[in-house]
């Protein structure tokens, strides 16, 4: 029972200042080991404890409480320490069995942490084989993908040169065609000059055979009849053969402008014909990229109704209760499925749409472009008309030259004839075959004197008419200027427009376009025209440049653009909504009516100027509307 000495010197400090009665009970208990000097120091530590502190004397009464207290805190330690020692067995019981099953789970582990060594070690060598396998099936899809994009190179470099040939070669056909049909129009040019020739040389041939025996027949009845008779004669052949030259050579002229209005007819239909093949091309492709974007716009609003119709259809089974939960939650998981495939389209769509934009907004920029390089088709055909016009007069100063030699050969030959003339011996008939000449020659010669004024008056008609024809032909110059500049600008008007659409409503090209007013039409009176022709026949007789004054049209044009720059959107339209603010007309309708005005304009026809002329009717409206756009 050794254990109850380290309880009695727990209490030890309690009953310090029992020291006496704890010593006479200690010796009274059935314990002896108290002959210690240990127990006598602490019994001399409490005596010297008691003096310090000074406690009074204590009761034996209150002394047996003590020790009964005690006591019984003795039996309940030594209680504790019973139980102790029972859970002390139980847990070195429970030690032993966690001893012995930890014993069979490591040898158990040790078995399994074998058995997975080998296994890992079986895995590592088929992981290390197939990497090995997958290595080198990698590289050689490498090498493969390699000769792949090798191959891939080698064909993109074969199509594009391909596509160069093929472009070479068609630029080369262009080429010759034109090459060959300018050259076919000189060959048929130069056969004409050549017909013409041949014909005139034919003509002088019977003209001069005609005059041959002409010559003859008179000759020979002049050697039978009478000399009046023989001046009468001879007056009337002279004025029977001018009259038939005047009307041959009138023939003849009407003749070669005739051939020469064909062969000009036959190059301005050609040429027409290639611009309509041109235009035709360029409508086609507006009016495919115009039916795409209204399918894609149809298909968007079928969506959207469709979608609409799925959410009221889901409201309503929403408001029937939860019967048919289950049939919704399928209904429901199948319509967002489709509503994602659906807005997957509309993304597409949408791209697709803006792919098409962007592409009509270059080929309007490149168109342009080609209009601005290709405005000098006003200078070349003015070039054209006065090369005509030089090769004419060229030709005309030729055929004067021609016709002079032929007049100065036939007067030789007449003078030849005059001398070689033998007169008679008759002095009275020879004198009056004098007088009968010189009158005769005055009488020529008053006819050549009206002649020739008749042919100076007829120059100087004609001259009228070339300066009026040139005037014209200047002013169909001018004319064409001005059209090619108005559609450029125009071009460049409607990118504008469309740029500032992009800027400021884009949501609008994105959304169907909505029923807008129609636009004022004001049609130009048919005075304009001629009022528009005055006022350039008095500019150029007072000496000016020969310029074409402004089109009402471009002051039209100016204003549409003054329109677009009030309308544009202002910071302080976001301050507060002004009653007096005017509200902006959306330009998609502007520009499908424009496309019929640009058609018109582009024509170089009479029609074109009873084109008619749009007003952007810019109407008042609520301030809330004009916010909002």
């Known amino acids: 029972m050794w254990w109850w000495i380290p ?19 200690l010796i009274r208990s059935k314990f002896r080991p108290f002959k210690s000097s240990r127990w006598k120091e602490t019994f001399c530590q409490t005596k010297k404890l008691r003096k310090l502190l000074n406690l009074p004397c204590i009761t034996a009464r209150a002394v047996l409480e003590k020790m009964t207290s005690l006591e019984r805190q003795v039996e309940a330690l030594t209680s504790e320490l019973e139980e102790k020692e029972n859970s002390l067995q139980l847990a070195a019981q429970i030690g032993k069995q966690l001893l012995q099953t930890n014993h069979e789970l490591t040898a158990k582990f040790d078995q399994s942490s074998a058995e997975n060594m080998v296994r890992i070690e079986s895995l590592e060598q088929e992981i290390y084989i197939r990497d090995l396998k997958l290595e080198q099936r990698l590289h050689a899809e490498r090498d493969l993908m390699e000769e792949v994009e090798s191959l891939q190179k080698q064909i993109c470099r074969m199509q594009e040169q391909h596509d160069a040939t093929d472009t070479q070669h068609d630029s080369a056909e262009r080429q010759l065609a034109k090459q060959m049909s300018g050259m076919q129009l000189e060959l048929e040019k130069a056969q004409l000059t050549c017909a013409q020739v041949e014909q005139q040389n034919a003509d002088l041939q019977s003209m001069l055979d005609d005059v041959r025996s002409q010559l003859k027949e008179a000759l020979a009845s002049m050697q039978e009849s009478s000399p009046d008779e023989i001046s009468q004669l001879l007056c009337l052949l002279q004025s029977v053969q001018s009259e038939k030259a005047e009307l041959e050579a009138q023939l003849r002229e009407v003749e070669n402008a005739r051939e020469r209005s064909a062969l000009e007819l036959k190059s301005v239909k050609q040429s027409l014909s290639r611009h309509d093949e041109e235009l035709d091309e360029v409508k086609s492709e507006a009016t495919s990229y115009y039916n795409t974007l209204l399918k894609t716009r149809e298909e968007i609003k079928e969506l959207n109704m469709e979608m609409e119709l799925l959410k009221m259809e889901n409201q309503e089974r929403g408001k029937k209760g939860n019967s048919l939960f289950s049939e919704v939650e399928d209904r429901r998981i199948e319509a967002e499925k489709e509503l994602i495939t659906f807005k997957v389209k509309y993304e597409a769509l949408l791209k697709q749409h803006s792919m098409t934009r962007e592409h009509l907004h270059k080929l309007n920029i490149q168109l342009a472009g080609l209009l601005q390089m290709c405005g000098g088709d006003a200078d070349k055909r003015h070039v054209e008309r ?59 010669e008053s006819e050549l004197c009206d002649c020739r004024k008749e042919a100076a008056y007829q120059e100087f008609l004609r001259l009228a008419e070339s300066q009026k024809l040139a005037k014209l032909e200047s002013r169909l110059y001018y004319a064409e200027r001005q059209r090619e500049c108005l559609q450029g600008e125009l071009i460049k008007m409607r990118l504008k427009v469309d740029e500032l659409l992009i800027k400021y409503e884009p949501d609008s090209l994105q959304k169907p376009s909505t029923p807008t007013k129609e636009a004022e039409v004001e049609t130009i009176p048919e005075d304009i025209p001629k009022a528009f022709d005055t006022a350039e026949d ?40 002004s009653p007096n603010k005017q509200q902006r007309v959306t330009f998609k309708d502007v520009e499908n009516e424009e496309k019929s005005e640009n058609v018109a304009a582009s024509c170089s026809q009479p029609k ?22």
């Not at 010197?9 to 009665?21: M, Q, R, S, V």
Request: with cysteine; net charge negative.
């Open 538 to 577: 008095d500019a150029e007789s007072e000496g000016g440049d020969e310029q074409i004054d402004a089109d009402p049209f471009m002051q039209q044009m100016l204003e549409l653009e003054t329109a677009i720059k009030k309308s544009r959107p202002t910071p302080s339209a976001s301050k507060g909504p």
């Open 7 to 25: 309880g009695i010197e727990c209490l030890h400090a309690l009953a310090a200042p029992f020291g006496d009665l704890l010593w006479a009970l």
């Open 386 to 444: 006065l090369q005509e016009q030089l090769a004419k007069s060229s030709a005309q100063i030729s055929e004067m030259a021609a016709k002079i030699r032929s007049y100065e050969n036939q007067e030789n030959i007449e003078v030849d004839y005059l001398k070689n003339f033998t007169p008679t011996n008759d002095g009275d008939n020879e004198a009056r075959r004098t007088e009968f000449l010189v009158t005769l020659l005055k009488a020529k």
């Open 608 to 629: 074109a100027r009873q084109r008619v002329r749009k007003c952007v009717a810019l109407k008042s409206s609520n301030p809330g509307e004009c916010n909002q756009q």
